[in-house]
C-alpha cells in the first residue's frame, strides 16, 4: 500500500499549482515554474521538486532567490511485498501475495462559468481498486478545484499540466507526466508546441509476490504433482476422436433418381451426445449404396488414421455369384470410403488479456478476460475455457487490446467489446458482448486493431480506420476521432495492414512500407519522433513482403528473408543484439531466414529457416517460450514437441498452430488467456485446451 503522505503531497502540490497557474502579471514580469528532482529525504521513492515565483530580474530563468513556493512532489512507494502463502493442504501452493493498487491521477477541464469565470481544472485521484487500469467515478477519493485568475496584463504565463504516463521506459509501473511551459497564445491552455520540459511522477512498484506455501505431507510435488499432458484420458487416443465413438445409420433408399433400382443410404459421423444412436445432427458424410441384379453389400469400420483421420466406414459392392445371399471376398465388385469429418482450428489470434481461434466451421471461439465482452458471447464474464462468439461464417478474427472484430463470408465486419471512443464503428461509443456491425462495407480484406482504434484493409486496396484519434493513428490527416469509418489519405495500392497500440503500417504493391500515428519511440520508421497524422514512408526500406507492429516497435521481412526492426528497444524486440532505440530500420542480428513475422507488444517471433520458431524481446512472463523469464535483443528458440506451422504474439503471450493441427499458448495467463484451464504463467508450450464438442457447432 502507498503511504497516506504520498496523497497529501499531492494535494499541497496542487495548492502550489493554483498559486502559480494563471497568476497575473506584476508590471509586466513573468511567472515561472522550475521542476528539480527531488532530494532523497524529500522523497525516498524519488519524485520531483515544483518550485514557483516570478522573473524579477527578467533572465528568463526562476533563480533561487526568485522562488516563492517550493513543494515537492514524490512518486508512489512500492508495494509491500505480500505475505508468504500457508502450507497447502496435500500439496495446493499458497497464495501469492496480492498487487498493490496503483493510484492514479486525472486532469479534468472546467469550462468558464459560475465555479471558475475564466475557467480552470478539476485534480482528481484515488486508487485502481478494481485493476481495470482507469480511475472510474467511484474510485475517485480526492478532488481539487484549480481556477485560472484574469489574464495577465504585460506578462506571459507560464502553465503546468499533469497527464497520465503509461507502463514503459520512464515509469516502469506507469505514473504521471508533468508538464510545463509558457502560454504563448494566451489561451490558458498548454498546447504540444508550448510544452518546454516534462518530469515523471511515478507509481509505485507491485509488491513482490508471496512465497508459495510449503507443500503438504502428501503433496511434496506441489503444482507438478497434477497428472502430466500425456497421461489425459483420450490424449492418445481411445475410442474415437477425442473419446467420441463413430457411428453408422443405414436407411433405405426407394427407387428414384439416386437409385433406379433402389437401395441403401449410409451415414456416418461422431456419436457426440454419447447417447449410442447417430443423430441427424451428428452425421458428417452419406452416400448412397445402389441394388442392381442380385446385388449385395457389405460394411466394415474404419479406424482412425492415414486412410480416414478420424475414422469412418468401407462400403462394398457385389453380385451374389454364389446365391449364398452374403457378399464374398471374390464377389466383390467395388469399395467406397466413406470418413467421419472433424472440425478444426483455421486461425488463432491472441489479444492483450484474451485469444480467439477460428474454426473450420466458420464459428469462432474466444477464452480469457472477457471485462468489456471481447469474448463476443454476450457476457462480461471472463473464462478459462473457450466460449462460442455470437457470430457465424466468419472468414478473419482479429484480437485487439479490448476488442475484438471479424470478417464474414459476404465480407462484412463486426466487432465488439469496449467502445468508448468509437473502435465498434458502428456510429456510437456504447459499448457490445456481442458483435455489431462496422461500417457498411461489403468488400472487407483484413483487419488491424489497436488500443482504441480499428482500421481495415479493403479488395481495393484502400484502408480505413474508426476510433480514437489523438495521435493522428486515423490517418486522415486530423487528430479528431471518429465513431465510423474515415479514410487513410496519401496510400496507393495498399496489400498487407498491421496495426497495434497507437500506430499502423501498412505494405504496398511494389513492397514500400507506410506508416502513421504514434511515434514517440521511432516505431513510424522515418527518422524522427514525431507523431505523423497521415502515413509517412519508412527510411531506406523496400522490397517488404511482410510488416507487422508491436505497442512501440514495428517489423518487416524483405523478399531475400531477411528482417528490419525499428521503434523501442527496451526489451531488446528489435533483436539487433542492442537495447538501443531506433528511428529507422536495423536488421535482425543472426542468421535470419524470416517468415510469418508477428509481435503485437513488446516482443517478436517468426519462423526462421521454415521451421525452427523463434522470439525476441519482453519475457517478464515466458512469452518468449524459451523456459526464462529474461528479456533477449537476440533471437531464441521456443521449446516445442510438435512441429509448428504458425506463430503469433499478442500482448503478453504467444501462440502456435502445429502440423498436427493442435493450437499451443505461453507466457502471461492471469486471465486465462493460454486456454489451457488454469491462470498459472507458462515459460514453455501448453497444449490449449479446446473441449471436442467445442467443434461441432
Same mark, same amino acid.
Given at each position: 500500500?502507498?503511504?497516506?503522505?504520498?496523497?497529501?503531497?499531492?494535494?499541497?502540490?496542487?495548492?502550489?499549482?493554483?498559486?502559480?497557474?494563471?497568476?497575473?502579471?506584476?508590471?509586466?514580469?513573468?511567472?515561472?515554474?522550475?521542476?528539480?528532482?527531488?532530494?532523497?529525504?524529500?522523497?525516498?521513492?524519488?519524485?520531483?521538486?515544483?518550485?514557483?515565483?516570478?522573473?524579477?530580474?527578467?533572465?528568463?530563468?526562476?533563480?533561487?532567490?526568485?522562488?516563492?513556493?517550493?513543494?515537492?512532489?514524490?512518486? !508512489?512507494?512500492? #508495494?509491500?511485498? +505480500?505475505?508468504? =502463502? /500457508?502450507?497447502?493442504?496435500? @500439496?495446493?501452493? %499458497?497464495?501469492? &501475495? $496480492? *498487487?498493490?493498487?496503483?493510484?492514479?491521477?486525472?486532469?479534468?477541464?472546467?469550462?468558464?462559468?459560475?465555479?471558475?469565470?475564466?475557467?480552470?481544472?478539476?485534480?482528481?485521484?484515488?486508487?485502481?481498486?478494481?485493476?481495470?487500469?482507469?480511475?472510474?467515478?467511484?474510485?475517485?477519493?480526492?478532488?481539487?478545484?484549480?481556477?485560472?485568475?484574469?489574464?495577465?496584463?504585460?506578462?506571459?504565463?507560464?502553465?503546468?499540466?499533469?497527464?497520465?504516463?503509461?507502463?514503459?521506459?520512464?515509469?516502469?509501473?506507469?505514473?504521471?507526466?508533468?508538464?510545463?511551459?509558457?502560454?504563448?497564445?494566451?489561451?490558458?491552455?498548454?498546447?504540444?508546441?508550448?510544452?518546454?520540459?516534462?518530469?515523471?511522477?511515478?507509481?509505485?512498484?507491485?509488491?513482490?509476490?508471496?512465497?508459495? !506455501?510449503?507443500? #503438504?505431507?502428501? +503433496?511434496?510435488? =506441489? /503444482?507438478?504433482?497434477?497428472? @502430466?499432458?500425456? %497421461?489425459?484420458? &483420450? $490424449? *492418445?487416443?481411445?475410442?474415437?476422436?477425442?473419446?467420441?465413438?463413430?457411428?453408422?445409420?443405414?436407411?433405405?433408399?426407394?427407387?428414384?433418381?439416386?437409385?433406379?433400382?433402389?437401395?441403401?443410404?449410409?451415414?456416418?459421423?461422431?456419436?457426440?451426445?454419447?447417447?449410442?444412436?447417430?443423430?441427424?445432427?451428428?452425421?458428417?458424410?452419406?452416400?448412397?449404396?445402389?441394388?442392381?441384379?442380385?446385388?449385395?453389400?457389405?460394411?466394415?469400420?474404419?479406424?482412425?488414421?492415414?486412410?480416414?483421420?478420424?475414422?469412418?466406414?468401407?462400403?462394398?459392392?457385389?453380385?451374389?455369384?454364389?446365391?449364398?445371399?452374403?457378399?464374398?471376398?471374390?464377389?466383390?465388385?467395388?469399395?467406397?470410403?466413406?470418413?467421419?469429418?472433424?472440425?478444426?482450428?483455421?486461425?488463432?489470434?491472441?489479444?492483450?488479456?484474451?485469444?480467439?481461434?477460428?474454426?473450420?466451421?466458420?464459428?469462432?471461439?474466444?477464452? %480469457?478476460?472477457?471485462?468489456?465482452?471481447?469474448?463476443?458471447?454476450?457476457?462480461?464474464?471472463?473464462?478459462?475455457?473457450?466460449?462460442?462468439?455470437?457470430?457465424?461464417?466468419?472468414?478473419?478474427?482479429?484480437?485487439?487490446?479490448?476488442?475484438?472484430?471479424?470478417?464474414?463470408?459476404?465480407?462484412?465486419?463486426?466487432?465488439?467489446?469496449?467502445?468508448?471512443?468509437?473502435?465498434?464503428?458502428?456510429?456510437?461509443?456504447?459499448?457490445?458482448?456481442?458483435?455489431?456491425?462496422?461500417?457498411?462495407?461489403?468488400?472487407?480484406?483484413?483487419?488491424?486493431?489497436?488500443?482504441?482504434?480499428?482500421?481495415?484493409?479493403?479488395?481495393?486496396?484502400?484502408?480505413?480506420?474508426?476510433?480514437?484519434?489523438?495521435?493522428?493513428?486515423?490517418?486522415?490527416?486530423?487528430?479528431?476521432?471518429?465513431?465510423?469509418?474515415?479514410?487513410?489519405?496519401?496510400?496507393?495500392?495498399?496489400?498487407?495492414?498491421?496495426?497495434?497500440?497507437?500506430?499502423?503500417?501498412?505494405?504496398?504493391?511494389?513492397?514500400?512500407?507506410?506508416?502513421?500515428?504514434?511515434?514517440?519511440?521511432?516505431?513510424?520508421?522515418?527518422?524522427?519522433?514525431?507523431?505523423?497524422?497521415?502515413?509517412?514512408?519508412?527510411?531506406?526500406?523496400?522490397?517488404?513482403?511482410?510488416?507487422?507492429?508491436?505497442?512501440?516497435?514495428?517489423?518487416?521481412?524483405?523478399?531475400?528473408?531477411?528482417?528490419?526492426?525499428?521503434?523501442?528497444?527496451?526489451?531488446?524486440?528489435?533483436?539487433?543484439?542492442?537495447?538501443?532505440?531506433?528511428?529507422?530500420?536495423?536488421?535482425?542480428?543472426?542468421?535470419?531466414?524470416?517468415?510469418?513475422?508477428?509481435?503485437?507488444?513488446?516482443?517478436?517471433?517468426?519462423?526462421?529457416?521454415?521451421?525452427?520458431?523463434?522470439?525476441?524481446?519482453?519475457?517478464?512472463?515466458?512469452?518468449?517460450?524459451?523456459?526464462?523469464?529474461?528479456?533477449?535483443?537476440?533471437?531464441?528458440?521456443?521449446?516445442?514437441?510438435?512441429?509448428?506451422?504458425?506463430?503469433?504474439?499478442?500482448?503478453?503471450?504467444?501462440?502456435?498452430?502445429?502440423?498436427?493441427?493442435?493450437?499451443?499458448?505461453?507466457?502471461?495467463?492471469?486471465?486465462?488467456?493460454?486456454?489451457?484451464?488454469?491462470?498459472?504463467?507458462?515459460?514453455?508450450?501448453?497444449?490449449?485446451?479446446?473441449?471436442?464438442?467445442?467443434?461441432?457447432?
Amino acid at each position: 500500500m502507498r503511504k497516506v503522505g504520498f496523497l497529501y503531497s499531492i494535494c499541497f502540490c496542487l495548492l502550489a499549482l493554483s498559486a502559480c497557474e494563471g497568476r497575473d502579471g506584476v508590471n509586466g514580469i513573468d511567472s515561472l515554474v522550475r521542476l528539480a528532482p527531488a532530494s532523497s529525504e524529500q522523497c525516498p521513492g524519488g519524485g520531483v521538486v515544483v518550485m514557483t515565483g516570478l522573473d524579477e530580474n527578467r533572465n528568463g530563468q526562476l533563480d533561487a532567490s526568485e522562488v516563492e513556493m517550493l513543494q515537492a512532489l514524490c512518486s !508512489g512507494e512500492d #508495494g509491500a511485498d +505480500g505475505r508468504d =502463502g /500457508v502450507d497447502g493442504a496435500n @500439496g495446493r501452493d %499458497g497464495l501469492d &501475495g $496480492r *498487487d498493490a493498487a496503483p493510484l492514479f491521477f486525472d486532469v479534468r477541464d472546467v469550462a468558464a462559468g459560475t465555479e471558475c469565470p475564466w475557467g480552470g481544472y478539476r485534480y482528481v485521484w484515488g486508487y485502481d481498486t478494481n485493476g481495470d487500469g482507469f480511475l472510474n467515478e467511484a474510485e475517485i477519493t480526492a478532488t481539487k478545484l484549480v481556477c485560472r485568475d484574469a489574464p495577465a496584463q504585460g506578462g506571459s504565463s507560464q502553465l503546468v499540466d499533469v497527464v497520465p504516463e503509461p507502463e514503459g521506459v520512464n515509469c516502469p509501473a506507469g505514473g504521471l507526466a508533468v508538464r510545463y511551459g509558457f502560454d504563448g497564445d494566451a489561451d490558458g491552455v498548454l498546447e504540444a508546441a508550448e510544452v518546454a520540459g516534462t518530469a515523471y511522477v511515478c507509481n509505485g512498484i507491485n509488491g513482490v509476490d508471496g512465497v508459495d !506455501g510449503r507443500d #503438504g505431507v502428501d +503433496g511434496r510435488d =506441489g /503444482v507438478d504433482g497434477r497428472d @502430466g499432458v500425456d %497421461g489425459r484420458d &483420450g $490424449r *492418445d487416443g481411445a475410442d474415437g476422436a477425442n473419446g467420441f465413438n463413430s457411428l453408422m445409420k443405414i436407411s433405405p433408399l426407394a427407387p428414384g433418381a439416386e437409385c433406379p433400382q433402389g437401395g441403401i443410404r449410409v451415414q456416418s459421423g461422431l456419436d457426440t451426445n454419447r447417447n449410442g444412436i447417430l443423430d441427424d445432427g451428428e452425421v458428417t458424410a452419406s452416400a448412397p449404396v445402389c441394388n442392381a441384379l442380385n446385388a449385395l453389400n457389405r460394411f466394415s469400420s474404419i479406424g482412425m488414421g492415414e486412410t480416414c483421420a478420424w475414422g469412418g466406414m468401407r462400403v462394398e459392392t457385389g453380385l451374389d455369384l454364389n446365391a449364398n445371399g452374403q457378399l464374398e471376398d471374390t464377389e466383390v465388385q467395388a469399395s467406397e470410403v466413406v470418413c467421419n469429418e472433424l472440425q478444426s482450428i483455421r486461425a488463432v489470434s491472441p489479444g492483450y488479456w484474451h485469444t480467439c481461434a477460428l474454426l473450420s466451421t466458420g464459428r469462432a471461439v474466444c477464452w %480469457g478476460d472477457n471485462a468489456f465482452g471481447q469474448l463476443g458471447d454476450g457476457t462480461t464474464e471472463g473464462s478459462l475455457v473457450p466460449r462460442v462468439v455470437a457470430l457465424a461464417d466468419i472468414r478473419e478474427i482479429r484480437a485487439g487490446f479490448w476488442h475484438t472484430c471479424a470478417i464474414r463470408n459476404d465480407n462484412t465486419v463486426w466487432c465488439w467489446g469496449r467502445n468508448e471512443s468509437g473502435q465498434l464503428g458502428d456510429g456510437s461509443t456504447t459499448g457490445s458482448p456481442v458483435p455489431v456491425r462496422a461500417g457498411t462495407f461489403t468488400n472487407a480484406k483484413s483487419l488491424g486493431l489497436g488500443w482504441q482504434h480499428t482500421c481495415l484493409l479493403t479488395n481495393d486496396f484502400t484502408v480505413y480506420c474508426w476510433g480514437a484519434n489523438d495521435a493522428g493513428q486515423l490517418g486522415n490527416g486530423t487528430t479528431t476521432g471518429s465513431p465510423v469509418p474515415v479514410r487513410a489519405t496519401g496510400l496507393v495500392a495498399s496489400t498487407h495492414l498491421s496495426s497495434s497500440f497507437k500506430h499502423n503500417c501498412v505494405r504496398n504493391s511494389n513492397g514500400a512500407v507506410a506508416c502513421w500515428g504514434y511515434n514517440a519511440n521511432g516505431q513510424l520508421g522515418n527518422g524522427t519522433t514525431a507523431n505523423a497524422l497521415s502515413p509517412s514512408g519508412v527510411s531506406g526500406l523496400a522490397d517488404a513482403v511482410e510488416v507487422a507492429c508491436g505497442s512501440a516497435h514495428t517489423c518487416a521481412v524483405l523478399s531475400n528473408k531477411l528482417a528490419y526492426c525499428w521503434g523501442a528497444n527496451n526489451y531488446g524486440q528489435l533483436g539487433d543484439n542492442t537495447f538501443t532505440s531506433r528511428t529507422t530500420p536495423v536488421q535482425v542480428y543472426g542468421q535470419v531466414e524470416a517468415s510469418g513475422l508477428t509481435t503485437f507488444g513488446s516482443h517478436t517471433c517468426f519462423m526462421n529457416n521454415g521451421e525452427n520458431p523463434v522470439c525476441f524481446g519482453y519475457n517478464a512472463y515466458g512469452q518468449l517460450g524459451n523456459t526464462s523469464t529474461i528479456n533477449a535483443k537476440t533471437m531464441v528458440s521456443v521449446i516445442h514437441d510438435e512441429r509448428f506451422v504458425s506463430l503469433h504474439a499478442g500482448g503478453m503471450h504467444t501462440c502456435a498452430l502445429s502440423n498436427e493441427h493442435h493450437l499451443w499458448c505461453w507466457g502471461y495467463n492471469a486471465h486465462g488467456e493460454l486456454g489451457d484451464a488454469t491462470v498459472a504463467n507458462s515459460g514453455i508450450p501448453v497444449l490449449c485446451e479446446l473441449p471436442a464438442n467445442g467443434y461441432m457447432f
